[in-house]
């Protein structure tokens, strides 16, 4: 096989999801119907990322049970190189996923074997990660493991991105260090104005989503800049996405036309595809990686599941083509 162009260091997670009409309240139960496939942010984007025509690798954790069994098959199936770690005294993670007849998703995830993920465990594939063209991250495996393959990307000279996802309370600023594209949705957006030193005084004015939603594209860039990030892209759900660059920003709309029906994993079509398509156009086209991925998680939140419904690159270009 050859050298994987990207590398995405994560999570994989087994996804247990139940769909209904309506989301359950306290002390209700509802009929719906259940179904089990791979999952996990780190998982799904390098299955997103794979699919839309990159060279992959994927760093991670696993128990030695059978969702850990069925993780390598998957992966392997989707032409992604196995890097992964067995944990043999943790089990593969899991979540529960509820869908609602909108599309919405409640989620709780259980990390497991993707908490055990170590230092150790990226240093022995520290010559593939120098190696990459774009590494990729996200907050749902062990983040002092994290930290540490993206001061190896970095040094290496790949491309670093990180998508802080989920947004996490022991999340540490110094994480960015090594950062060269944050990605996030509106929610960690918000909680990373909270979280960084230098947003101090916008937090200090009660920020929120509602807030964010009011703001101006130039007011957002201009909050994109004190992250002190080279490119910070915020995706917007059904206002597109925001990509903030030093000198410039630009606000690529949601593809048109898209009916969804589940938004889960909407998030990691996104980076996954952005990626890939970074990888191939080279650092200096991320719009146009971007418009890529904006298509991608158009599409990818027109079928139910996650992994399963990331896109194929034909798809991707088809879309584009319109």
Same mark, same amino acid.
């Given at each position: 096989m050859s050298s994987p162009q990207i590398i995405v260091i994560g999570s994989f997670v087994q996804d247990l999801t139940f769909r209904c009409a309506e989301f359950p309240k306290p002390g209700e139960t509802v009929i719906g119907q259940f179904?089990?496939?791979?999952?996990?942010?780190?998982?799904?984007?390098?299955?997103?990322?794979?699919?839309?025509?990159?060279?992959?690798?994927?760093i991670g954790a696993v128990g030695r049970d059978a969702f850990g069994a069925g993780a390598r098959a998957f992966q392997e199936n989707e032409g992604i190189r196995w890097l992964v770690a067995e944990k043999p005294d943790r089990p593969t993670g899991a979540a529960g996923i509820l869908v609602n007849g909108?599309?919405?998703?409640? *989620? *709780?995830?259980?990390?497991?074997?993707?908490?055990?993920l170590a230092p150790a465990d990226i240093d022995a594939h520290a010559d593939p990660l120098r190696a990459a063209?774009?590494?990729?991250?996200?907050?749902?495996?062990?983040?002092?493991?994290?930290?540490?393959?993206?001061?190896?990307a970095r040094a290496g000279g790949a491309t670093t991105i990180l998508n802080p996802a989920p947004m996490?309370?022991?999340?540490?600023?110094?994480?960015?260090?090594?950062?060269?594209i944050l990605i996030p949705n509106e929610t960690e957006f918000c909680a990373l104005i909270h979280l960084l030193p230098q947003t101090r005084a916008t937090a200090a004015l009660g920020f929120d989503e509602q807030k964010l939603a009011t703001l101006s594209?130039?007011?957002?860039?201009?909050?994109?800049?004190?992250?002190?990030?080279?490119?910070?892209?915020?995706?917007?759900? &059904?206002?597109?996405?925001?990509?903030?660059?030093?000198?410039?920003?630009?606000? *690529?709309?949601?593809?048109?036309?898209?009916?969804? *029906?589940?938004?889960t994993g909407a998030g990691d079509a996104f980076v996954g595809a952005f990626a890939a398509a970074l990888a191939e156009f080279g650092p200096g086209e991320i719009e146009r990686a971007a418009r890529f991925?904006?298509?991608?998680?158009?599409?990818?939140?027109?079928?139910?599941?996650? &992994?399963?419904?990331m896109p194929m690159r034909a798809e991707i270009e088809a879309l584009l083509s319109r």
């Open positions: 179904v089990s496939g791979p999952g996990g942010k780190g998982s799904n984007q390098a299955v997103a990322a794979a699919r839309a025509g990159g060279q992959v690798a994927f909108l599309g919405q998703n409640e *989620i *709780i995830v259980s990390l497991d074997a993707n908490e055990a063209t774009v590494v990729v991250t996200q907050l749902e495996a062990n983040l002092a493991a994290e930290a540490h393959a993206l001061g190896l996490r309370a022991d999340f540490d600023p110094a994480l960015l260090e090594n950062v060269n594209e130039d007011l957002l860039h201009k909050l994109c800049r004190e992250f002190g990030l080279e490119t910070v892209i915020v995706t917007l759900g &059904a206002r597109g996405c925001l990509v903030s660059r030093p000198d410039t920003y630009t606000l *690529i709309p949601a593809t048109p036309g898209i009916q969804a *029906i589940d938004t991925a904006n298509a991608g998680a158009g599409l990818s939140v027109t079928k139910p599941g996650t &992994a399963p419904a």
